[in-house]
DNA sequence: AGTGTTCCTGCAAGTATTCGCAAAAAGTCG
DNA sequence: CGACTTTTTGCGAATACTTGCAGGAACACT
């Protein structure tokens, strides 16, 4: 099985046209089995756990890679860390509230609609992977 | 007019519940002053330029605060530092197109109503104060 | 396997951003 | 104007993130 997933994460990253390297492998490896979201120090940690090693700036270069080739989200809640989850090239958009702090999914359709307004009204092909959006959620909107 | 400003300012800053200080006034000027987006640093930079003394990490954390307030927007492209607009409150929102670099504005209507149709299906009350979106603007589009 | 090209990584700085704490300023009330 | 309470600020670290460069690894081709 961890074949697989390496099999699989090897050819999502040829498609993205990028070399299939150990620290990437590691660093997708450790995201894919965390739940939620994991800062990079976190992803550091998962490899060193693993018995591996990969230096500090190679994992922020590796993170940012594939958050541009959408293999990865990266969020920035009010946190000072950056966190980071697998989404394997689906969309993946949060909604996240400011009062208790809870994120939770929002449907691509709207989003989906959203970029299609956005493409008629301005010419421009969002390419909205991943939002995060504030606000207050429905049980902290009620008190 | 610079008293205008400055009173504006301080008005604006007690209805948001903070205090009038030097601080916030002196940065609040310089981003009043400048167009388009200032890091930290030009912030910084700015504030001495007036002959003015404020340290690094009163900037910072007068930037996050104001942005907290909704008086400033703060935006991260893909650069190494995160800059900031004035906004004073009003929504303001970007395409910004991974292409060329270029960023124009995207009209608040559609967020709006992307807005009234999260809280319809999920009940959650965006507050998009500020989004930037990526993807490729309608010039490069054509390319 | 051997060679060449291009991409990646480690290392060692460098820059950007945050934090804890004690002193100073802002707002409040009498 | 004081005295008092609460928020801000500066300073000095600490932490988070980025970059330049030279060696090492991936891939394509033979």
Same mark, same amino acid.
């Given at each position: ?23 990437? /492998? ?36 590796? /993170?940012?890679? /594939? ?48 970029? *299609? ?5 301005? *010419? ?20």
């Amino acid at each position: 099985m961890a074949e697989l997933h390496e099999h699989n994460t090897a050819t999502l990253l040829r498609s993205a046209g990028r070399r299939v390297t150990n620290a990437r /492998l590691q660093v997708a490896h450790v995201l894919q089995h965390s739940r939620g979201h994991l800062s990079a120090s976190g992803v550091l940690a998962g490899v060193r756990q693993a018995d591996g090693h990969i230096d500090q700036s190679t994992v922020y270069r590796v /993170l940012a890679d /594939l958050r541009d080739t959408g293999l990865v989200a990266e969020s920035r809640f009010g946190n000072s860390e950056a966190t980071y989850e697998w989404i394997a090239g689906d969309d993946h958009h949060h909604l996240h509230c400011v009062e208790c702090g809870e994120t939770t999914q929002l449907s691509s359709d709207l989003v989906d609609r959203f970029d *299609g307004a956005v493409l008629e009204q301005h *010419g421009f092909r969002a390419e909205n992977r991943h939002m995060v959006i504030n606000g207050v959620c429905e049980r902290c909107s009620v008190e």
